[in-house]
């Protein structure tokens, strides 16, 4: 047996507290056992399971070193950890569930008992860290229950004679009609007798289980005693077998021994010829996962047997990609007779029937496969020519109100993909089949598009939500077509704050700002672009001449070729509707959704609406808060993403302030507690209009948010006053953001300047020539005008000839360097606090002195942590200027001083 393979049951003994006196030495172990270990752990459905021995292992061997913490398994040690906690998450949502579908049961007078799975977890030393799969239940009225369920919406599948299933809040729930496959064994079928009188015997009676208010059963140990090891076996026998359930059983086992009826037990096993393969998973249980003998009554030991077959589940047999050919049932059916031929031991081990008799139920039913499309195309013809009827369509099942459909690509079905109405949030089933109970209440559903596919665009938004058209109960269907497309090189372009509005010349602004977006586009062929706003795209209070209808035809003109996903912001709300969410109606109609996801390249990116607006009549203030409904949706997004899925958040007010003080004061930590575990997390704010980065723990997650900027500056001011200039409040250029994303999960960015070339980073000033005084800034401005424009630029009326050099880098972080010569000699940066930009003061606060105001001003400049200084030694030296950011890209000046202070 391979080492990596010993390794994995030595952590799974440790984690079942089985370990005895066994040991290995885990930091001998090379970085390739442990990469090997971990990938079979996922393989085997026990990675969080793994990962707790591991943890008990560290904790007996403190100051232990492994190579596990090596660099070079940074990524598989993140992946291997994150499984705890995904697993975590998602058993809390399945649990939940579990508790809503019994309640759904038991309000239509139907009780639920629910078979493997769920009950089966309250056996291990940590439930939450088995992983969860499907629902399985067994119902005291199976027909009604499917009724019931079809009633509420769900469309129910029932092309399995086994069981029937359906989709509920994104897990597939199977309602068995029988326990086991009684028509390809006939061995089953006397089982499947024994298990049905079992559950309607008072003799083994049933357990009562809460989750919440859900009101469910779980099976009596006899029945699971008998059920389980045929179970296992099946999957055995016909594929492939776990080490979770070899746990599942082994822990089952050693919880419930003592509560089972051996005699019943021993008896079946022995008359369905089942005991040799209960006598080979309970010597593998004991002697190679170290559960107690006690648990396992009157077992023989199978030494040689076990071996084999413990090997078969760590390294099974089986053909890769059978389902591929299922729609070829000829060469599906030569495959499968392979397969079982290969595995013939398996049959005989847990199968009381003989080998041609086995193979003769397998050839009837790949035999059934075949002749039942034959029989039935022949019905349908024959029905077609001897009907005068005008031939009617047979309608697939529908759920009686709210919305269902399909997501498909070149026409095949897509699995797995998330499909909500803003509420509530489920995934397709393996035909791209999706339904939701939905109130409709936005008038929309969507998809979260999955990395590697588009949707079609309509003008510059992809259209990955459909607009529903009646009311909540009418049903109706929405479906989604996807196209494949290369996302291996992918930039994200953020822009923040148009503001269009038809004022200050914005429309010969945003053409240049367009135009630098093409050419930033076409300067990089290589690179395959997405657009996202940052909010307030258009300005509610000049709606009456520039509208969102109106936004939506300019940037659809000028940015055409570019998708573009949009961030709402709380200038983008309608002031005529009272309410948050009424106000937020005219954006829905005309742009889409406000709070949704998309996968990119591997990324996970979320689009939040964190302004809550209090409308009504002139009062138009608002909140900086993500809603309750949001904050339910986003945690059900989040239950499908695993751990170490990069996450990006657009929103448009930031969740931090440039100083690092929460901005969302109201509800932050239940928004921001939803992403822990994720490695990664990237906000990505406007609002501001000025640009700044912070890098904070908060609630146990490690975020990073990019304040943005804005694509107007300061409103479109200082680009009216002098064309081609403009600037935001701290004196940054007006600009967006540009993320790099790298298809292994890493990304960079850097703020692009609107029309400067992509190295124009920082700005400098020679303090010596920079004085402020009124009369040479605003000589025609009044007295009291002057006052106040001294007032607003502080120091900066008084002359200096202390030789300070003033850098201003807006898009700073702790990450970047800064280098400063002078003759050879390094000068010290210093970061000042709260500081004005002289430029902004300059080309908007005294333009406006000069020319409207006496006492103030609309945009006041900002003050900002991201201007430095240096000192020189002498007023006319020439310094060289180096500045590196996180990333190693390197932005230099030489500055031959004296530097006179002009208005580029």
């Known amino acids: 047996m391979k080492e990596s393979s010993e390794i994995l049951l030595y952590l799974l003994r440790l984690a079942s507290g089985t370990d005895g006196e066994l040991y290995y030495d885990l930091s001998a172990l090379s970085s390739d056992v442990w990469k090997e270990v971990i990938a079979l752990s996922f393989r085997q459905g026990v990675p969080a399971i793994a990962v707790d021995g591991l943890n008990i292992y560290v904790e007996r061997h403190p100051g232990v070193r492994l190579e596990l913490d090596s660099p070079v398994l940074l990524r598989e040690k993140f992946e291997w950890f994150g499984a705890v906690l995904t697993a975590e998450k998602q058993y809390s949502l399945y649990s939940e569930v579990i508790a809503d579908l019994s309640g759904l049961y038991s309000e239509g007078g139907v009780r639920m008992m629910l078979l493997k799975g769920y009950g089966l977890s309250l056996d291990y030393p940590c439930p939450n860290h088995r992983q969860t799969g499907d629902i399985d239940v067994f119902l005291s009225d199976s027909q009604k229950g499917d009724e019931l369920i079809s009633r509420k919406g769900f469309q129910v599948n029932g092309g399995y004679h086994k069981h029937f299933s359906f989709l509920f809040r994104g897990f597939v729930v199977e309602n068995h009609k029988k326990f086991l496959d009684d028509i390809k064994h006939r061995s089953n079928i006397r089982l499947e007798s024994i298990l049905e009188s079992v559950v309607a015997s008072c003799k083994y009676p049933a357990q009562e289980t809460m989750i919440g208010k859900g009101l469910f059963l779980l099976p009596n140990p006899t029945f699971n005693a008998l059920f389980l090891l045929r179970h296992a076996g099946e999957h055995f026998a016909a594929k492939e077998m776990t080490l979770r359930q070899l746990l599942d059983i082994c822990f089952f086992f050693r919880s419930h021994s ?505 700005r400098s000033y020679d303090r010596n020539c920079l004085t402020l005084s009124a009369d040479e800034w605003c000589p025609d401005a009044t007295a009291s005008g002057k006052t106040a424009f001294l007032a607003a630029v502080g120091d900066y009326a008084t002359p200096s000839s202390d030789n300070y050099v003033l850098l201003n880098i807006w898009d700073w972080d702790p990450e970047w360097k800064i280098s400063v010569t002078e003759n050879g000699r390094s000068l010290t940066a210093e970061r000042l606090d709260d500081v004005l930009d002289p430029l902004y003061l300059v080309t908007y606060t005294a333009f406006e002195y000069q020319h409207h105001y006496d006492n103030s001003v609309y945009y006041p400049a900002t003050s900002t942590d991201h201007i430095f200084r240096v000192r020189a030694s002498s007023p006319t030296s020439t310094l060289s200027i180096k500045v590196t950011d996180r990333f190693g890209r390197v932005y230099s000046e030489t500055m031959e001083r004296p530097k006179e202070f002009v208005i580029p």
């Open 258 to 762: 003592a509560n089972i009826d051996w005699a019943f037990v021993l008896e079946k096993l022995d008359s369905e010829k089942m005991n040799s393969f209960y006598d080979v998973l309970a010597t593998i249980g004991i002697k190679r996962l170290g559960f107690p003998a006690s648990s396992f009554v009157c077992m023989q030991s199978e030494d040689r047997v076990s071996e084999k077959v413990l090997e078969d589940i760590l390294n099974p047999v089986y053909e890769q990609g059978l389902k591929s050919f299922r729609s070829r049932p000829l060469r599906y059916a030569l495959i499968k007779t392979r397969t079982w031929w290969r595995n013939r031991w398996k049959f005989k081990l847990v199968y009381d029937e003989s080998l041609l008799s086995s193979f003769w139920n397998l050839a009837i039913n790949r035999l059934k496969s075949l002749l039942v499309p034959v029989l039935l195309l022949t019905l349908t013809l024959t029905l077609t020519l001897c009907s005068q009827k005008e031939e009617v369509p047979v309608q697939p099942t529908v759920p009686s109100s709210g919305v269902y459909g399909t997501v498909s690509c070149d026409g095949v079905g897509l699995e797995g993909i998330a499909v909500s109405d803003g509420y509530a949030v489920t995934t397709t089933d393996c035909n791209g089949c999706y339904a939701i109970d939905s109130d409709k209440n936005n008038g929309y559903v969507f998809i979260t598009v999955p990395s590697g596919y588009e949707v079609h665009r309509e003008g510059v938004i992809p259209q990955f939500f459909k607009r529903l058209r009646f009311g909540r109960s009418q049903s109706e269907k929405a479906d989604f077509e996807l196209s494949k497309c290369d996302q291996s090189n992918v930039s994200l372009i953020m822009m923040g704050d148009m503001h269009l509005a038809s004022r200050m010349k914005d429309d010969e602004q945003f053409g240049l700002f367009t135009a630098d977006v093409r050419a930033l586009m076409e300067s990089h062929p290589e690179r395959i672009y997405y657009g996202f706003t940052l909010g307030d795209m258009s300005w509610d209070t000049f709606w009456y001449r520039y509208n969102l209808e109106d936004y939506l035809a300019t940037v659809n003109k000028e940015l055409g070729n570019l998708p573009v996903f949009h961030t709402m912001g709380n200038h983008d709300n309608d002031t005529a509707l009272e309410g948050d969410f009424l106000a937020a109606r005219t954006y829905k109609d005309i742009i889409g959704p406000t709070y949704y996801s998309v996968n990119i390249s591997g990324f996970h990116i979320i689009v939040i609406d964190d302004i809550i607006c209090n409308y009504s009549g002139s009062d138009h203030s608002y909140e900086r808060k993500v809603e309750r409904k949001q904050l339910d949706w986003l945690k059900q997004d989040l239950a499908l993403v695993p751990y170490s899925t990069p996450i990006i958040v657009t929103l448009h007010s930031p969740v931090y302030y440039e100083d690092g003080a929460i901005a969302i004061k109201n509800g932050f930590g239940g928004f921001l507690s939803l992403f822990e575990g994720y490695k990664r997390v990237q906000f990505v704010s406007g609002h501001t209009h000025v640009v700044y980065n912070v890098d904070r723990l908060d609630y146990s997650v490690h975020v990073f948010e990019n304040n943005s900027g804005a694509v107007c500056g300061a409103w479109w001011m200082t680009g009216n006053n002098y064309p081609g200039l403009n600037l935001c409040g701290d004196g940054s250029p007006s600009g967006y953001r540009v993320i790099d994303l790298d298809k292994n999960g890493s990304f960079e960015w850097n703020y692009k300047a609107t029309g400067k070339p992509e190295d124009y980073q920082f």
